[in-house]
C-alpha cells in the first residue's frame, strides 16, 4: 500500500484521545485503529505481533542473515488526536504540486500565506489539509503511515541488510499518559525512535520538562444588590491569578527555550471556579522557579481570600530527556546520517512539546524525535506535505541499514 493511500486510510479512523477519562486507552475509539494495525502488520508478514489489555500495539520485522548481532532498533508512533479539535469525519484534501498561493479550505476558511509564511517552503510538493472543520490527524498518524510503508518496504527487499526491528504504536501520547504503561522489557529496543515531529529535517532530542497545574476556588455568592463586603466572585479570583503570573512568559511570547504558562481552560460560576494551566520549561532550574511561583501566586489569593478559597493541583508530567539521550551519540549520529541519505537537511533544536520518547528515554529506552511532516498541528490549520512523509519514510529505512553496519 503506498504512503498517500495509508495515511488517508488511518485519519479517516476518529482517534481522539479524553483528558477527563480514568479508562486506559481514555477513548475505546482508538481501540478501533490499533486492532487494525495488529491486522495489517500480520498480513504484512511481521512476527512478534502483539496488542496487550492497555492497547499497545507491537512488531517486528526480524534481522538479516547475519545481522542477529546488531542493535536492535525501535520506531515508535501514538494513534490518538488531539482533544482540542474534532477528528471525527475528517475530510482530507490535497493539492499536487502547490503554487504557494491562499488554501481556501472552506467557504469561509482560508489558511492565508500572510498568517503561515511557512507555506512558501512546500511549493511544488503535494499538500494534504484539511476542509476546515476538524483537524487532519497528521499528529501522528503521518508518523504511523510512515512506520507501517517503510516496514512493508523492509519486507519485500530482503536485500536490505537489517538488524531486528521493532515497531510500536501507543495510545493516549496528546493527553500526557502515552506510556503509563508502556513494557520497555517487552518491547526489547536498544535504542528506539519517535516519528511524531514535524517540518521536513527535524530532529529533536531535548523537550520541555513539563507540569500540569489546576486551580479550584471556592466563592461565596451573595445577591449582588447587597453584596459589599461578603461576596468572592471566583470568576474574578480565577482572572486575578492570571495576572500574577508573567505575561511575558506566556507562549505566544516565547520560542527557542524559552519556557511558558500556558492557561489551558478556565470554567466556573461566581459560586465556584477553576483554572488549568501548563507549565514548560528546557532548563530543570527554570521550571522549578515556575512552580514556585506558581504556589506562591496561589498562597498570596488564600491571604488575601482566605485558606479554603483555593487548592491547587500541580503535577509534574515529564522531563527532558537531553540527559538521557546524550550519552548514546550515535543515536543522533546515525540520525543526521541517514536524513543526509534520504536528502534532507538535518535540523537539531530543541521540542517546544513532548513525545512518547521523553518519558520512554527516562523507563531506559533511549529515544528521540524525528520529522513526520505535518504542521499546525491539533486545528484546523493542519495539512502536511506528502514529499516530506516520503523523505521521514526513507529515513526510517536509512537507519534500519546504518544501525546494522
Not at 500526557?176 to 526489547?188: H, L, M, N, Y
Not at 516565547?254 to 483554572?275: D, K, M, P, Q
Request: with cysteine.
Amino acid at each position: 500500500m503506498e504512503l498517500k493511500e495509508r495515511f488517508l486510510k488511518y485519519v479517516a479512523i476518529d482517534t481522539q484521545s479524553c483528558e477527563e477519562s480514568e479508562t486506559f486507552p481514555s477513548t475505546a475509539k482508538q481501540w478501533t485503529l490499533l486492532n487494525m494495525l495488529v491486522e495489517e502488520m500480520k498480513a504484512m508478514g511481521l512476527t512478534e505481533v502483539s496488542i496487550d489489555k492497555y492497547g499497545y500495539a507491537m512488531g517486528t520485522i526480524p534481522a538479516s542473515e547475519g545481522c542477529e548481532g546488531a542493535p536492535v532498533i525501535g520506531f515508535l508512533a501514538h494513534v490518538d488526536t488531539s482533544p482540542d479539535m474534532s477528528g471525527e469525519n475528517v475530510r482530507p484534501r490535497i493539492i499536487e504540486k502547490y503554487d504557494g498561493s491562499d488554501i481556501v479550505l472552506n467557504n469561509a476558511l482560508t489558511m492565508r500565506v500572510a498568517d503561515f509564511p511557512e507555506l512558501k517552503k512546500f511549493v511544488g510538493h503535494t499538500l494534504i489539509h484539511t476542509d476546515g472543520t476538524t483537524l487532519l490527524g497528521a499528529d501522528d498518524k503521518a508518523g504511523v503511515a510512515e512506520i507501517m510503508t517503510a516496514a512493508e518496504y523492509l519486507l519485500s527487499h530482503p536485500e536490505l541488510k537489517h538488524g531486528k526491528i521493532r515497531i510500536g504504536f501507543t495510545p493516549d501520547e496528546e493527553i500526557g499518559r502515552g506510556v503509563d504503561f508502556f513494557d520497555v522489557e517487552a518491547f526489547g529496543a536498544d535504542f528506539a525512535y519517535t516519528m511524531d515531529g514535524g517540518y521536513e529535517g527535524e530532529l529533536e532530542y531535548e523537550n520541555f520538562n513539563a507540569a500540569s497545574a489546576k486551580i479550584d476556588i471556592q466563592g461565596r455568592n451573595v445577591h449582588p444588590g447587597y453584596a459589599k463586603g461578603k461576596i468572592i466572585n471566583a470568576i474574578e479570583v480565577a482572572c486575578e491569578l492570571n495576572a500574577l503570573l508573567p505575561a511575558e512568559q506566556r507562549p505566544q511570547y516565547t520560542e527557542g527555550y524559552e519556557g511558558f504558562y500556558h492557561c489551558v481552560g478556565i470554567n466556573g460560576t461566581v459560586e465556584h471556579a477553576s483554572i488549568s494551566y501548563i507549565i514548560r520549561d528546557h532548563d530543570a532550574d527554570r521550571f522549578e522557579q515556575k512552580k514556585v511561583w506558581m504556589w506562591n501566586a496561589v498562597d498570596l489569593l488564600k491571604k488575601r481570600y482566605g485558606e479554603s478559597v483555593l487548592t491547587l493541583t500541580l503535577k509534574d508530567q515529564y522531563y527532558n530527556m537531553r540527559k538521557m539521550v546524550e550519552p548514546h551519540p550515535q543515536v543522533i549520529e546515525l540520525a543526521k546520517q541517514a536524513m543526509l541519505e534520504a536528502g534532507v537537511t538535518p535540523i537539531v533544536r530543541p521540542i517546544r512539546g513532548g513525545t512518547d520518547g521523553a518519558r520512554l528515554s527516562f523507563m531506559g529506552l533511549p529515544c528521540p524525535n524525528i520529522f513526520a511532516g505535518g504542521m499546525n498541528f491539533h486545528g484546523k490549520f493542519e495539512y502536511c506535505s506528502l514529499d516530506s512523509m516520503q523523505r521521514a519514510e526513507q529515513v526510517i529505512v536509512n537507519l534500519a541499514k546504518l544501525w546494522a553496519k
